[in-house]
Every structure is written in C-alpha cells, then in structure tokens.
C-alpha cells in the first residue's frame, strides 16, 4: 500500500521558509555591540546546532501511552533524555511513586472550581498521552487528579493554586486543566519548597476560550521535579502557556501544546536562570494539526555558576493539515559566568508547503563587557549595571504575562535570583583585583 | 575651580597579539568653562585617550596620571570616575536591550547624584531637554539605543550630558555621522551644558565645522598618542586646508630616533622584562 503523506521531513535552518520574523534583531547578545573594537561578544558556551543531527525519530511518530510498563528504561541516550542528568531521576522514571492527593493552597476566585477527582472522570486523559516513562510512571501512580476548571468570562481574572512541600519522598502528580468555551482567566501554578516530583498536567481549551497557564518553579535548591503539560486547544481559541524557572536542582517542565482546531492559536512563553550547579530543562513541543493555526514559542534563560546547565528543545511539527500555519520559534542564552552550558536545539518538521510561515532563531551570547562599561560610565555601578542588563533582557518575557500582580511578583523572584548572582560576581571581581 | 590635569599619560590596549602601546605621553590641562579640541588622523590614539579617561578596562595606564581637582582618577573604577564629574560621549554609543531610557537616565541620575532626583522637576528637566535635542517623546520609552539612527545616539549622549551635568566631558566625535541640522541641534546642547554649569569640554573631532559651533580656546594635534601641536582656533582652520601630514613626518622621525636609541639599550631591557613581568 502506497501512502499520500509524504514522509515528514526535518527541515534544515537554512531552508526554512522564514516570512514572519527577520533573524536579524535576534542577534543582539550575539554580536559585538555598537563598533567600539573590543574581544568579539561570541558565543562561548556549547550550543547544540540542531540542523546538524537529525533527530533520531521525528515527532510525529514518538510513542505515546498511559502504561508505565509499555515504556523501556532510557539508558541516557535516547533523544528525549541525553540531555538530563537522567542518574539524578531515576527513580521518578521507574521507582515506586506516592501519588496520592497532597495540601494545596488557593483563595477562591469567581470563575474557578478546584476539585479532586477520580481518574475515571472524563476530565482524566482528555489532553494527551505521556510520551516518556517519567511522565507514564506519574499517570499509573495517581487515582486521583487535582482539576482546575475556568468557566469565568472575565480576562484579568486571576486563580493563584499554590503547592509547598511536597516532601522528599518520589512521588506522581496530575491536574487537568479546563477552559469551558468562550471563558477567559488566568491559572497560575506555583511550586515551592522540597520536592522530588513527577507530573503530568493537561491543559484543554473549548472553541473561543483564552487561557493563560502560568507554571513557576521556585523550589528549594535541593528539590527534582520533571513535569509533562499536555495541552489541546480549540477553535479560534487561544493558550498563552508560561514556564518560569527559578529554583530546584533538576528541573524538566516539557510542555506538549496541539493546536488540532482551525484557528487555534498559542504563545508558549519561558523563563529561567539556572545557577550553579543547577540544571534547568524545556522541550516545547508545537504540533500544528489544524489550519490556519498560529504559535509563538519565546524561551529566554540565564546562566551563573559552575556547573549551570539549560536545556531548551523547540520541536515544530506542521502537518500536511495544517495549512495557512504561522510559527515562529526563539530561544535566548545569556551566559553570564564561565563554566555554563546552555544547549539550545530547534527542530522543524514541515509536511506541508502551503504555509503563511514557520521560522526559529536561537542564540546564545555572553555577558557584554560593552554595556556595562556604558552603564558604569554613566556612574551605575557594576552590580547594579549587571542587574539591570540581566533585567532587562528577562523582562521581555515577564511582560508578555499580562497580568500586572504576577509580572510584580516574577520581577521580585527574578531580582532575588540576581541579588545572588551578582554577589557571585563580586566575589569574582575582588578575588582578580587581589591577584592584578 | 575645577581642573582635569593629565600628566604624561602611557596607556597600552590588549590587543589579541597582546599589549599594545598607544599613547605615549600626553599633557594636557582643561580648566572648567574652558573647550579644548584634539584633532589628529585615524589610529592616532584620540579614542584611546577618551577610554583611558573614562576607565575603560582594556586600556591600561602604564604610567603617568589624570587628576579632577587634584584627585587621582587611573586608581578608581569606571562608575566612581563618572560620580566624581567625568563624562565620555561615545563614538559608538552601545545598545542594551530591555533597559529604557527613563529607566537608565534615572539609576544613572541617581547614582550620580547619591539620591534619587525629585520626581516632578526631574520629569520636566528630561522633558525639556529632549525637546531642545528634538528628541520625540517616545525615545523615553525606548530601550536605551537600541534602533538608534547614528545621529540619535548622539543626540542620546548630549541628553545624558545635559542632565548628569558632569564637570569635565570628552565628547569622541560627537560631530560624525550628523547631517547640519543635528550637528547644530548638538552643538546646542553642549554650549547649553557649558553656560550653564561652566562645563570642561575634551573635544575630539576630525572636521572644523562643529568647531564653528563650538568655539574652542585651545586646538591640539594629536599624533602616535602624543600631542604635537597646541595653538588657538586658527590651527583648526589650518589643519584642515594642510592635512596632518608634515606633524605625521616630523612624528615619524623623532619615533626612528627614540627606536635606534632603544636599540642601544636592547640588552638591558630585555634582561629587565622577564622579571618584571613574573
Ligand atoms: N581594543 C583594541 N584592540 C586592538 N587595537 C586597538 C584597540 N583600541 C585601539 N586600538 C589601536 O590603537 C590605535 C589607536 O586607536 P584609537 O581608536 O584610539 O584611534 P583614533 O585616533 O580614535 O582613530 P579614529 O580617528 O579612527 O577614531 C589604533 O591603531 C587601533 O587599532
Ligand atoms: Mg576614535
């Protein structure tokens, strides 16, 4: 039997259609700036140039089920986990998990429901489908799920779902997500505290609806959490879906977003600043199904400290039926110390040719010497010119939150982070003055 | 009154093939209220003594001294330079993203000033001063910049002079790259910062014509980091219908004199250097 489909193909950097946006304003951490000679601002740290090995499998065809036991142990090698540190998390992949229910913490908000319910609810299942062994070990662990349902129409209106301390024992979570149709609200997810956590979150959005799903990760520095969000989204309906990334030791928050209704639309947003030592992970995984649907995925870290580690995979699939697809990809490193990794891989796969446009960008670029001497002789001094250059490049993404309480409340969390980072810079500064 | 004071001042660049020497022994003395201008030819080391001014980390002071009223400057950071009243105006003003222009004219104000400025004067003096510079209003939002024409930069560098209102300012061809309308909108700018805190102006520029805006009291040919001409505004006028050339020669073969005497002194050097450098 001969097929129609043309086999997916992954589609090399170069020949990418690219109409939407001009690579161009992208360098900007890149290229030295303005003319002033100077030691050239280049990419130090390793970034993985994706154009160069194709993916072993396409995202297409990745395997997906519920069942923990129809998953083989990885070995470390296989593409979804050659970049986690996969010792460290072990046993969230194939331990024993507790997933009973645990405290969460919420203030009742107009247009919200917050409930506990059996995994035999319709709700249970109705996004997707794990797609590593992590994420199946969490599904078979949990007879109960925690279910957020938004059936509020008011687009400032803002449901804060907060979980501390979930303990030091492995243990599996699951939430389900629900935007009725037409409704509109803001979920914001906030974790802090210990934690050694495997999850699955599943995110629908009904035909209208526009959602905004807010995951902060601002654990303890011991705490290992590795998170899969699954996400549907429906007619002419919109997800804005914000990942942001301050604290814990290893940290995966994968999310899955399906734009399988005509006009569906999502803005995939992430934020991170990984530290010494810690190791910050995001694959984004974008699946144009329907026509006309519409991404924009925008992911921008920073590293400090030996041993930081960020991992930000952007996969794109645009199906032979998602005509009139508009994607756009970008992802943002700004290295601030030596001894970091930032690995930054983009992949598209186009089935189609009959798109409005489908482009990536991806940089990664150390901290410009050029602008804090600007900074500084304007009088600044260096601690507070690095924080704002810090600041100002994640500021971007905090803006893109849309609601004023949490972009406060994210500024604060990400200054406290540059409050640390820039004490280590200025314990690098003196130690050189001693030597010079 | 206020003086900047540089003393045979000897500054080398790192450069990738390693230290470079570029400036050899410059004196200069600037008094408040006074505009001296630097002209010379490209790599002759103008920039190279702007950066060593203002602090710039690549350029290192090998010896000699720049003194604000007295204090010695080469000994303090970059930041504490700008607070104790320098100023550099950048050739090539550089771009930070995500930071506005507001926002930095605020924490830079701040930080010079050791206090935040009064909210409702300082709003209007930035609102004033960027309508003088025919700044429009919306470069208050900008991030500070970033999709800057090359004359916006500039225009950018004088609001920040106007409002730091620093004692001493190196403006690094501030003139280039503007059409005549922006050079005297600039120029402008800096007279008014001049009558109004009786500023000191370091002025580097390669044209006469900025010179018709800003009168200079004293003219300086800078060559091979060193100057080798002071007169008054007439050898502006001078230099630029007769070029550099004859300074260019008479440097050269006063640099040939001082290599074949070093020659002389090779042995002794290069026995020294190791040990000074371990
Ligand atoms: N960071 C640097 N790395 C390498 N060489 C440098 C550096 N900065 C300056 N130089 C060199 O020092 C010399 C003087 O440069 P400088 O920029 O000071 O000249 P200038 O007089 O300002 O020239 P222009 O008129 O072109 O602006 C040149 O030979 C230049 O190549
Ligand atoms: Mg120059």
Partial sequence: ?436 | MSVLEIKDLHVSVDTELGSKQILRGVNLIIEQGQTHAIMGPNGSGKSTLAYAIAGHPKYHVTSGSILLDGEEMTTLSVDARARAGLFLAMQYPVEIPGVTVTNFLRTAKTAIDGSAPPLRGWIKDVKSSMSALRMDSTFAERNVNEGFSGGEKKRNEILQLELLKPKFAVLDETDSGLDVDALKIVSEGVNRAKSNTDLGVLLITHYNRILRYITPDFVHVFVAGQVVESGGPELAVQLENEGYDEYVKASAAAAAAIASAEAADAAVTSAAAPAVNA
């Avoid at chain 1, 030295?32 to 030691?39: D, L, N």
């Avoid at chain 1, 030996?306 to 032979?320: N, T």
């Fill in chain 1, 1 to 436: 039997m001969t097929s129609a489909t043309p086999a997916p193909t992954t589609v090399p950097e170069s020949t990418v259609p690219d109409s939407t946006v001009p690579e161009a304003a992208a360098a900007a951490f890149a290229a030295p700036a303005g003319g002033h000679r100077g030691e050239p601002v280049g990419s130090k740290s390793h970034t993985d140039g994706a154009w160069h090995e194709m993916p072993v499998q396409t995202r297409s065809e990745r395997y997906a089920s519920a069942d923990v036991g129809d998953f083989d142990d990885p070995s470390g090698h296989e593409v979804d986990w050659k970049l986690t540190p996969i010792k460290l998390v072990a046993d969230l992949i194939s331990g024993p998990l507790d997933g009973s229910p645990y405290d969460v913490t919420a203030s009742p908000v107009d247009g919200f429901t917050l409930s506990w319910i059996d995994r035999t609810d319709d709700r249970f299942g109705s996004a997707g489908l794990p797609e590593d062994k992590a994420s199946a070990n969490a599904w078979s662990s949990v007879d109960q799920a925690l279910a957020i349902d938004v059936t509020g129409e008011s687009p400032s209106a803002e449901f804060v779902v907060a979980r501390s301390g979930l303990g030091t024992v492995a243990r599996g979570a699951h939430t389900v997500i629900t935007a009725a149709a037409n409704s509109r609200g803001l979920v914001i997810l906030e974790n802090s505290g210990d934690a050694r956590l495997t999850e699955n979150v599943e995110i629908v959005v009904r035909d209208g609806a526009e959602l905004t799903v807010v995951s902060v990760q601002e654990w303890n520095d011991s705490a290992v959490h590795l998170a899969s969000h699954f996400a549907q989204v429906g007619r002419d309906a919109t997800l804005r879906h914000v990942v942001v990334s301050l604290g814990g030791s290893v940290v995966r928050v994968n999310p899955s977003i399906h734009l399988s209704s005509t006009g569906s639309n999502t803005e995939a947003y992430g934020l991170y600043f990984a530290d010494a030592g810690q190791h910050l992970e995001q694959r984004v995984y974008i699946d144009h199904e329907a026509e006309n649907s519409r991404s924009r995925v925008k992911y921008k870290g920073a590293l400090q400290g030996e041993g930081a580690h960020s991992v930000w995979v952007g996969d794109v699939l645009i199906r032979q039926t998602a005509n009139g697809t508009d994607s756009y990809e970008e992802n943002r490193n700004l290295v601030l110390s030596e001894g970091t990794r930032a690995d930054s891989i983009p992949n598209l796969e186009i089935e189609t040719g009959n798109i409005l446009g489908a482009g990536h960008a991806s940089s990664t670029g150390r901290f410009d010497d050029e602008q804090l001497f600007y900074l500084q002789s304007r009088g600044i001094s260096e601690e507070e010119a690095r924080r704002l250059v810090v600041r100002g490049f994640l500021a971007e993404i905090i803006q893109k939150i849309g609601s004023d309480a949490v972009e406060e409340r994210l500024t604060r969390a990400v200054e406290a982070e540059l409050v640390d980072a820039v004490a280590g810079f200025a314990a690098d500064g003196a130690a050189e003055g001693a030597v010079a």
